[in-house]
């Protein structure tokens, strides 16, 4: 008979006896189990002593978690968690140089478990760690000389402990004093700082930065671009991945009227990072980002692609203002830039106000504006009251003008002097085509908290997206020569730049000029020649025998599909749990047990390289229990406030499992693909049917290959639409029977 499901054998650890097997009882309270355990090893005080995990988390059992603890599992007898919180506060505080050490180093790692981060916090442990820091770095200083490793590893341990124990949200972040903040700052802005020491103040910085907006303020004027410049140059790959993130987060928070600074009058080098508009932009720290991190020899991992990710959405975030601002037609200085384009364009000056009749000089501005391509000849500032992309469409226009004079005056002479029908014209071609590329970019939307998609050409230039436009707008004008297009085919060259584009990003030029070879190869001609091709292999014969065998066939495909899902799920999958500091992340794995019936999961340390077993996952949920699957704003986790959870990209790989009594299992998926694989999966699991994109292209995939594979002896055969007919019966009279003699 099988032991009642209450009842699990354990193993108990304790230093120095030999492991005790034991039978605990999940009904009696911990501290009866407790006690049960010490008195077995003749042990006093029975409060002060708690059990943990054996493991490499060392995580305290309390009576919250201790339902995870599963057959089998190895517990060790150790110190209760407040025992442990007054010996750790104690003994940081000892005169001792290695005693302090040891405990810095033993409460950096029990800092982890929040059982024991609340006892600690509750000692105003936090408060101590601060003051360490405000106040005893002087006095380990003196000791640099002499004992350098070790002030570093002490500053180092005291900063761990300190991210570990924020990171549990316990208490906020709004309680820092000032000296606190001007002393992290300190490390960062030194040259010669352990990197360790660097690394922990980059991250508190951080995090203070994205918790805060009082700290931000405070933040952001202690520290300068130039005092960050010098992490950048070097080769740490995590120095420079924390400088960006810092830098990210301050762009981030920044409120919009102190995004701006007067370049002409102000040192980059010297501003501070309350000023952040266009510094970004600016030429050394782009160059600096450019040489020492996109084109170093070290390849870039995830967490740095992110964050260069993050500061290329930033930056062209930056353009939304001008995105978002409609043309006012009777501004003299707005209006005084398309005077500026009809100047360098036809070569003329502005006319006096007594050059001629006023009915006259109307005549040749609205000759010289149809010639420019504007839709309204007689106020072309009309033309700029569309948002988006308002005023940035002009601002585009005038740096091609004036930076690319020849190509855009050949441009719009060689068009003024087409036949009407056949023109392209550059004032509503470089509208459109700005709100197109806007639009590729993602101008104005937040970040993505699972993205690594940067380009580097963009770091290649101060004034990158207007580059891009002008390599555009002469693609434009080309593919536009190329179609003979005329007015009516104007969507239409549109769909086929956008294409031509998109195509040439995803290869992830290194350089604008690769951007633009890549370009030249992909003409209308190629780009032709690549839709036949991707129709042909997407083919979809459309005779009814054709569909009818479509129609058996599929269920067959719909299940193959449904095993990869499952599949899929037995293998598992690493999930992130967000937090508000990134690369600090805690990480818990999923996976279906090979008979589809019990969901297994529990927390990682790490991202796994490896297959992930069942028996160290120790949660685990029948699939019975489900009740439904429910995705994006549905999610209790997507309701909560919060900046995070308002991003577009995140709601939109969010699910949870609704289970028991109205309790979830909260997924955020690393990516689309995996977001696919598991609402599927679970929709297949309980009998639904599996409605992600991801089938629908699968399906249709496999159901073509399927469809030309039994097609293949009837190659260059033509198949009727109908049925041969069947022939008539024969006649009645005819006797077809023989009989023998």
Same mark, same amino acid.
């Given at each position: 008979?099988?032991?009642?499901?209450?009842?699990?054998?354990?193993?108990?650890?304790?230093?120095?006896?030999?492991?005790?097997?034991?039978?605990?009882?999940?009904?009696?309270?911990?501290?009866?189990?407790?006690?049960?355990?010490?008195?077995?090893?003749?042990?006093?005080?029975?409060?002060?002593?708690?059990?943990?995990?054996?493991?490499?988390? *060392?995580?305290?059992?309390?009576?919250?978690?201790?339902?995870?603890?599963?057959?089998?599992? @190895?517990?060790?007898?150790?110190t209760?968690?407040?025992?442990?919180?007054?010996?750790?506060?104690?003994?940081?505080?000892?005169?001792?140089?290695?005693?302090?050490?040891?405990?810095?180093?033993?409460?950096?790692?029990?800092?982890r478990?929040?059982?024991?981060?609340?006892?600690?916090?509750?000692?105003?442990?936090?408060?101590?760690?601060?003051?360490?820091?405000?106040?005893?770095?002087?006095?380990?200083?003196?000791?640099?000389?002499?004992?350098?490793?070790?002030?570093?590893?002490?500053?180092?341990?005291?900063?761990?402990?300190?991210?570990?124990?924020?990171?549990?949200?316990?208490?906020?972040?709004?309680?820092?004093?000032?000296?606190?903040?001007?002393?992290?700052?300190?490390?960062?802005?030194?040259?010669?700082?352990?990197?360790?020491?660097?690394?922990?103040?980059?991250?508190?910085?951080?995090?203070?930065?994205?918790?805060?907006?009082?700290l931000?303020?405070?933040?952001?004027?202690?520290?300068?671009?130039?005092?960050?410049?010098?992490?950048?140059?070097?080769?740490?790959?995590?120095?420079?991945?924390?400088?960006?993130?810092?830098?990210?987060?301050? !762009?981030?928070?920044?409120?919009?009227?102190?995004?701006?600074?007067?370049?002409?009058?102000?040192?980059?080098?010297?501003?501070?990072?309350?000023?952040?508009?266009?510094?970004?932009?600016?030429?050394?720290?782009?160059?600096? @980002?450019?040489?020492?991190?996109?084109?170093?020899?070290?390849?870039?991992?995830?967490?740095?692609?992110?964050?260069?990710?993050?500061?290329?959405v930033?930056? !062209?975030?930056?353009?939304?203002?001008?995105m978002?601002?409609?043309?006012?037609?009777?501004?003299?200085?707005?209006?005084?830039?398309?005077?500026?384009?009809?100047?360098?364009?036809?070569?003329?000056?502005?006319?006096?106000?007594?050059?001629?009749?006023?009915?006259?000089?109307?005549s040749?501005?609205?000759?010289?504006?149809?010639?420019?391509?504007?839709?309204?000849?007689?106020?072309?500032?009309?033309?700029?009251?569309?948002?988006p992309?308002?005023?940035?469409?002009?601002?585009?226009?005038?740096?091609?003008?004036?930076?690319?004079?020849?190509?855009?005056?050949?441009?719009?002479?060689?068009?003024?002097?087409?036949?009407?029908?056949?023109?392209?014209?550059?004032?509503?071609?470089?509208?459109?085509?700005?709100?197109?590329?806007?639009?590729i970019?993602?101008?104005?939307?937040?970040?993505?908290?699972?993205?690594?998609?940067?380009?580097?050409?963009?770091?290649?230039?101060?004034?990158?997206?207007?580059?891009?436009?002008?390599?555009?707008?002469?693609?434009?004008?080309?593919?536009?020569?190329?179609m003979?297009?005329?007015?009516?085919?104007?969507?239409?060259?549109?769909?086929?730049?956008?294409?031509?584009?998109?195509?040439?990003?995803?290869?992830?030029? *290194?350089?604008?000029?690769?951007?633009?070879s890549?370009?030249? *190869?992909?003409?209308?001609?190629?780009?032709?020649?690549?839709?036949?091709?991707?129709?042909?292999?997407?083919?979809d014969?459309?005779?009814?025998?054709?569909?009818?065998?479509?129609?058996?066939?599929?269920?067959?495909?719909?299940?193959?599909?449904?095993?990869?899902?499952?599949?899929?799920?037995?293998?598992?999958?690493?999930?992130?749990?967000?937090?508000?500091?990134?690369?600090?992340?805690?990480?818990?794995?999923?996976?279906?047990?090979?008979?589809?019936k019990?969901?297994?999961?529990?927390?990682?340390?790490?991202?796994?390289?490896?297959e992930v077993?069942?028996?160290?996952?120790?949660?685990?949920l029948?699939?019975?229990?489900?009740k439904?699957?429910v995705?994006?704003?549905?999610?209790?986790?997507?309701?909560?406030?919060?900046?995070?959870?308002q991003?577009?990209?995140?709601?939109?790989?969010?699910?949870?499992?609704?289970?028991?009594?109205?309790?979830?299992?909260?997924?955020?998926?690393?990516?689309?693909?995996?977001?696919?694989?598991?609402?599927?999966?679970?929709?297949?699991?309980?009998?639904?049917?599996?409605?992600?994109?991801?089938?629908?292209?699968?399906?249709?995939?496999?159901?073509?290959?399927?469809?030309?594979?039994?097609?293949?002896?009837?190659?260059?055969?033509?198949?009727?639409?109908?049925?041969?007919?069947?022939?008539?019966?024969?006649?009645?009279?005819?006797?077809?029977?023989?009989?023998?003699?």
């Amino acid at each position: 008979m099988p032991p009642p499901a209450d009842i699990l054998k354990v193993a108990i650890e304790w230093p120095g006896a030999f492991p005790k097997l034991m039978e605990i009882d999940q009904k009696k309270p911990l501290s009866a189990i407790i006690k049960e355990v010490c008195d077995g090893w003749q042990l006093p005080n029975h409060e002060t002593y708690a059990l943990q995990n054996a493991d490499s988390t *060392n995580f305290y059992i309390t009576e919250k978690n201790r339902n995870n603890i599963k057959n089998g599992s @190895i517990l060790r007898l150790t110190t209760s968690p407040a025992q442990m919180a007054m010996q750790l506060y104690e003994r940081v505080q000892s005169t001792s140089l290695d005693m302090k050490l040891d405990a810095l180093k033993e409460l950096a790692n029990s800092s982890r478990d929040i059982t024991f981060a609340q006892e600690f916090i509750n000692l105003d442990g936090i408060t101590l760690l601060v003051q360490m820091v405000e106040s005893g770095t002087e006095r380990y200083q003196k000791l640099q000389k002499m004992m350098k490793p070790c002030f570093g590893e002490m500053l180092s341990f005291t900063l761990t402990a300190f991210v570990e124990l924020m990171d549990h949200g316990i208490i906020s972040w709004d309680t820092f004093s000032v000296a606190f903040i001007k002393k992290i700052a300190s490390f960062v802005c030194k040259s010669s700082m352990d990197s360790a020491v660097l690394q922990r103040s980059l991250a508190i910085l951080e995090s203070m930065v994205l918790n805060s907006q009082d700290l931000y303020q405070k933040v952001a004027q202690e520290i300068t671009i130039g005092q960050l410049l010098p992490h950048l140059q070097g080769t740490d790959q995590d120095i420079q991945t924390y400088t960006i993130a810092v830098i990210n987060a301050l !762009f981030l928070k920044a409120p919009e009227e102190k995004r701006q600074f007067d370049e002409s009058n102000v040192n980059i080098l010297d501003c501070p990072l309350t000023e952040m508009a266009h510094i970004l932009a600016q030429k050394q720290l782009r160059s600096i @980002i450019l040489q020492n991190v996109i084109r170093s020899t070290k390849p870039i991992n995830d967490e740095m692609a992110h964050q260069l990710y993050m500061l290329q959405v930033l930056t !062209f975030n930056l353009l939304e203002d001008r995105m978002m601002t409609k043309m006012d037609p009777q501004d003299q200085a707005q209006r005084d830039i398309i005077f500026e384009l009809r100047r360098i364009a036809f070569d003329v000056e502005c006319e006096s106000n007594n050059s001629g009749s006023i009915e006259k000089r109307k005549s040749m501005y609205t000759r010289d504006y149809k010639k420019l391509g504007f839709i309204n000849h007689v106020n072309p500032a009309v033309d700029f009251t569309q948002i988006p992309p308002g005023m940035l469409a002009l601002d585009n226009m005038l740096y091609f003008a004036r930076h690319h004079q020849d190509s855009y005056i050949r441009i719009v002479l060689e068009n003024s002097s087409r036949e009407d029908k056949h023109e392209c014209p550059f004032g509503r071609s470089s509208i459109e085509l700005t709100k197109m590329l806007c639009e590729i970019l993602k101008v104005g939307e937040l970040p993505s908290e699972n993205c690594h998609d940067f380009h580097p050409m963009f770091f290649t230039h101060d004034r990158s997206f207007a580059e891009f436009f002008c390599i555009c707008i002469q693609l434009l004008n080309k593919t536009w020569k190329e179609m003979r297009a005329t007015s009516e085919d104007f969507n239409k060259v549109m769909q086929v730049v956008r294409e031509q584009i998109t195509r040439a990003l995803t290869v992830k030029p *290194n350089s604008l000029d690769q951007f633009k070879s890549r370009l030249q *190869n992909l003409s209308y001609t190629e780009i032709l020649k690549i839709r036949q091709s991707e129709r042909m292999n997407q083919e979809d014969f459309q005779s009814r025998p054709i569909l009818e065998l479509r129609e058996k066939i599929q269920p067959e495909i719909m299940e193959l599909i449904k095993q990869q899902r499952l599949n899929r799920l037995c293998e598992g999958t690493c999930f992130r749990k967000i937090s508000s500091r990134r690369r600090q992340d805690k990480f818990w794995y999923c996976r279906l047990s090979p008979n589809h019936k019990v969901l297994h999961y529990g927390d990682l340390e790490e991202s796994p390289q490896g297959e992930v077993p069942h028996d160290s996952l120790q949660d685990k949920l029948p699939v019975a229990d489900i009740k439904a699957v429910v995705t994006g704003k549905d999610c209790p986790h997507m309701k909560e406030k919060g900046a995070l959870k308002q991003n577009k990209e995140v709601l939109e790989l969010a699910f949870s499992i609704l289970y028991e009594s109205d309790e979830y299992l909260n997924f955020i998926a690393p990516d689309k693909h995996e977001y696919c694989m598991w609402t599927d999966g679970l929709n297949a699991l309980l009998g639904k049917e599996m409605t992600s994109e991801f089938t629908r292209s699968d399906l249709d995939t496999l159901l073509n290959m399927e469809m030309k594979l039994r097609l293949l002896d009837l190659e260059n055969i033509q198949i009727p639409e109908a049925p041969p007919p069947i022939p008539k019966e024969p006649m009645s009279s005819l006797d077809f029977s023989s009989c023998c003699h």
